[in-house]
T-cell receptor, first 114, second 114 residues
Framework: AQSVTQLGSHVSVSEGALVLLRCNYS??????LFWYVQYPNQGLQLLLK??????LVKGINGFEAEFKKSETSFHLTKPSAHMSDAAEYFC????????????FGQGTELSVKP | ETGVTQTPRHLVMGMTNKKSLKCEQH?????MYWYKQSAKKPLELMFV???????ENNSVPSRFSPECPNSSHLFLHLHTLQPEDSALYLC?????????????FGSGTRLTVV
């Protein structure tokens, strides 16, 4: 079965520092992978996705993620954190049952210190 | 109007009340979902509708009753709720299982049961 593990339920960085949010997946088929962001009292918004092709994927707001098959990872990065990046981030993988439903990780809350 | 719209944004109800949450999508998607998001807990998938038929019900108590009258509308009927049902309820839609393109989420309904 497909699953997603996000390492660290809470990450804190200083403004201008590198953001690294970790996601490892388990999949018995080539994975489709997603990162979503959720601002307080809002729904989830798609940041970026990997389906096929280039393993380095660029998303909105300066975020990017790299698919590493050998490490079964899809970590999210941003070179320089901004106060507006403070939010909850969810990694997800496509399931192979029930029509390819998304399987979400438990989320990582990102705090940005001035 | 585009995207996924949820109404109301906020709802306070007593344990003996009956209320309904509404979700509407104008994306031409054929699958819709209800999620529950409680504080400090992972996203909980409640119901999945595909082509207006319920295809998944994740052991949700009967006090939650979904309805999908057509591919653009999804309702969650609530009655005799408990305080622990207080949460953010998110609606999402997708084309097919969502595994290729991801889900589009609404902004959610913040429900408080008193």
């Amino acid at each position: 079965a497909q699953s997603v593990t996000q390492l660290g339920s809470h990450v804190s960085v200083s403004e201008g520092a590198l953001v690294l949010l970790r996601c490892n997946y388990s999949s018995s088929v080539p994975p489709y992978l997603f990162w979503y962001v959720q601002y307080p009292n809002q729904g989830l918004q798609l940041l970026l996705k990997y389906t096929t092709g280039a393993t380095l994927v660029k998303g909105i707001n300066g975020f990017e993620a790299e698919f590493k098959k050998s490490e079964t990872s899809f970590h999210l990065t941003k070179p320089s954190a901004h106060m507006s990046d403070a939010a909850e981030y969810f990694c997800a993988v496509r399931g192979i049952n029930q029509g390819g439903k998304l399987i979400f990780g438990q989320g990582t809350e990102l705090s940005v210190k001035p | 109007e585009t995207g996924v719209t949820q109404t109301p944004r906020h709802l306070v109800m007593g344990m003996t009340n009956k209320k309904s949450l509404k979700c509407e999508q104008h994306l031409g998607h054929n699958a819709m979902y209800w999620y529950k998001q409680s504080a400090k807990k992972p996203l909980e998938l409640m119901f999945v509708y595909s082509l207006e038929e319920r295809v998944e019900n994740n052991s949700v108590p009967s006090r939650f009753s979904p309805e999908c009258p057509n591919s653009s509308h999804l309702f969650l009927h609530l009655h005799t709720l408990q305080p622990e049902d207080s949460a953010l309820y998110l609606c999402a839609s997708s084309q097919g299982g969502g595994g290729n393109y991801g889900y589009t989420f609404g902004s959610g309904t913040r429900l408080t049961v008193v």
